[in-house]
């Protein structure tokens, strides 16, 4: 899925919230600058929900890196977008995750609904961490985002004119963030999502190469798709300066998650919604028209 490359990107975000009490609790937003973190967070804003933004530049601070930072951010909690700095897949997330819904349970915390992914066996066990608790929990199990190539790891190769990617051609349902915000904030402000693990896709399979040619065609100009062997694309990630846990998360998800496992669809969209999910070519003209990919 690769939620949270860029997470911390955004220097400017702010905290946006009043006292959580019993009548009124807080939603903690995780990763509320991240791909689905932000959109979440600026929904549930819009539709007048009290929330509190949490991400290591917020105010009270949320750092995974740092439980010290977990009570203040937990303090007057009824609900939680909970999304796993930089992914469920890395080393150390279980335990991360453990003791964080530990923290929930204690801070009174009711509602939990947390991004997953896809064919990730470290994710499902996140997945059954926070199910055996005492909460109302919702799974949203993600396949790759579409908004990599626009918003996160992919975006500088999309705007040099080749994407070079270790991944040949299996079919791979992406799915617009925006969708993945809708049916997070359903779960937690609508009742009737307790138990339900949605697997949130797109409409139809495409593998890499298409997707770029669908983002070539949106953006009116050429953009090449090449694959590559792994160790020139980890290398290329290191010379860019990405963490190593970066680098090792999607050395994983490229080798062990696009083997194949995930490339069917699913119906998790509709279920929550009601209404089909976004198509990439949508999710492309959208992106072309802001001017994101000139």
Same mark, same amino acid.
């Given at each position: 899925?690769?939620?949270?490359?860029?997470?911390?990107?955004?220097?400017?975000?702010?905290?946006?919230?009043?006292?959580?009490?019993?009548?009124?609790?807080?939603?903690?937003?995780?990763?509320?600058?991240?791909?689905?973190? /932000?959109?979440?967070?600026?929904?549930?804003?819009?539709?007048?929900?009290?929330?509190?933004?949490?991400?290591? *530049?917020?105010?009270?601070?949320?750092?995974?890196?740092?439980?010290?930072?977990?009570?203040?951010?937990? =303090?007057?909690?009824?609900?939680?977008?909970?999304?796993?700095?930089?992914?469920?897949? *890395?080393?150390?997330?279980?335990?991360?995750?453990?003791?964080?819904?530990?923290?929930?349970?204690?801070?009174?915390?009711?509602?939990?609904?947390?991004?997953?992914?896809?064919?990730?066996?470290?994710?499902?066990?996140? $997945?059954?961490?926070?199910? =055996?608790?005492?909460?109302? &929990?919702?799974?949203?199990?993600?396949? &790759?985002?579409?908004?990599?190539?626009?918003?996160?790891?992919?975006?500088?190769?999309?705007?040099?004119?080749?994407?070079?990617?270790?991944?040949?051609?299996?079919? %791979?349902?992406?799915?617009?963030?925006?969708?993945?915000?809708?049916?997070?904030?359903?779960?937690?402000?609508?009742?009737?999502?307790?138990?339900?693990?949605?697997?949130?896709?797109?409409?139809?399979?495409?593998?890499?190469? %298409?997707?770029?040619?669908?983002?070539?065609?949106?953006?009116?100009?050429?953009?090449?798709?090449?694959?590559?062997?792994? $160790?020139?694309?980890?290398?290329?990630?290191?010379?860019?300066?990405?963490?190593?846990?970066?680098? =090792?998360?999607?050395?994983?998800?490229?080798?062990?998650?696009?083997?194949?496992?995930?490339?069917?669809?699913? =119906?998790?969209?509709?279920?929550?919604?009601?209404?089909?999910? /976004?198509?990439?070519?949508?999710?492309?003209?959208?992106?072309?028209?802001?001017?994101? &990919?000139?």
């Amino acid at each position: 899925m690769n939620e949270n490359t860029n997470e911390e990107t955004n220097k400017t975000n702010k905290t946006t919230e009043t006292a959580g009490t019993a009548a009124s609790p807080l939603t903690l937003v995780l990763g509320a600058s991240g791909k689905t973190g /932000r959109r979440v967070a600026d929904r549930l804003e819009l539709a007048g929900v009290n929330i509190r933004r949490g991400s290591r *530049v917020a105010d009270p601070a949320f750092d995974w890196d740092d439980p010290v930072t977990w009570p203040d951010a937990l =303090d007057g909690v009824g609900a939680v977008y909970l999304s796993f700095f930089p992914d469920l897949a *890395v080393p150390g997330a279980p335990e991360a995750v453990a003791a964080f819904t530990e923290q929930a349970k204690a801070a009174g915390v009711r509602r939990v609904v947390l991004l997953s992914g896809r064919g990730e066996v470290e994710a499902q066990r996140c $997945e059954q961490i926070v199910a =055996d608790g005492p909460f109302e &929990w919702t799974v949203v199990r993600a396949s &790759w985002f579409a908004q990599n190539f626009s918003e996160g790891a992919f975006l500088d190769s999309v705007l040099s004119g080749e994407v070079a990617l270790p991944v040949g051609d299996v079919g %791979e349902p992406f799915v617009d963030a925006e969708d993945i915000a809708d049916v997070a904030v359903a779960a937690l402000t609508e009742d009737g999502h307790h138990g339900q693990v949605y697997e949130v896709t797109g409409p139809r399979l495409l593998t890499f190469a %298409e997707a770029v040619a669908a983002i070539a065609q949106a953006a009116g100009r050429e953009i090449a798709f090449t694959p590559i062997p792994l $160790e020139a694309f980890t290398n290329y990630l290191a010379e860019a300066g990405e963490p190593q846990e970066v680098i =090792d998360m999607l050395a994983y998800l490229f080798t062990e998650v696009l083997d194949g496992r995930n490339a069917h669809i699913d =119906d998790g969209v509709f279920r929550a919604l009601g209404r089909p999910p /976004r198509d990439f070519a949508d999710y492309a003209e959208t992106v072309a028209a802001n001017g994101a &990919w000139k």
